[in-house]
Nanobody
Framework: QVQLAESGGGLVQPGGSLSLSCAASGIIFRVSTMDWYRHVPGKERELVAS???????DHADSVNGRFTISRDNAKNTVTLQMNSLKPEDTAVYYCHAATYNYWGQGTQVTVSS
């Protein structure tokens, strides 16, 4: 059974930091490109960051320099470190195993004072 379990969301003040983690099971994690998406109701889902098997990363312009994606193939986890958070970063964040097209259940991130 495939499972992508996100954790680490919550409420944070503008300028603060959060670290999202996604633990994968039921897939060969090390061969899958892993992504983080976010979704705000009424808007299209946005690809936030992506990391390939060898570790090449790509970040959306809207988060470049503030967010960092990383992976630990030994622990089957992918992490999104989010710094200098802004209210417009408020969304549900989803982990995605691109090679298998599997999604996590999402975790809410709210940036508000």
């Amino acid at each position: 059974q495939v499972q992508l379990a996100e954790s680490g969301g919550g409420l944070v003040q503008p300028g603060g930091s959060l670290s999202l983690s996604c633990a994968a099971s039921g897939i060969i994690f090390r061969v899958s490109t892993m992504d983080w998406y976010r979704h705000v109701p009424g808007k299209e889902r946005e690809l936030v960051a992506s990391i390939t098997c060898p570790g090449r990363t790509d970040h959306a312009d809207s988060v470049n320099g503030r967010f960092t994606i990383s992976r630990d193939n030994a622990k089957n986890t992918v992490t999104l470190q989010m710094n200098s958070l802004k209210p417009e970063d408020t969304a549900v964040y989803y982990c995605h195993a691109a090679t298998y097209n599997y999604w996590g259940q999402g975790t809410q991130v709210t940036v508000s004072s």
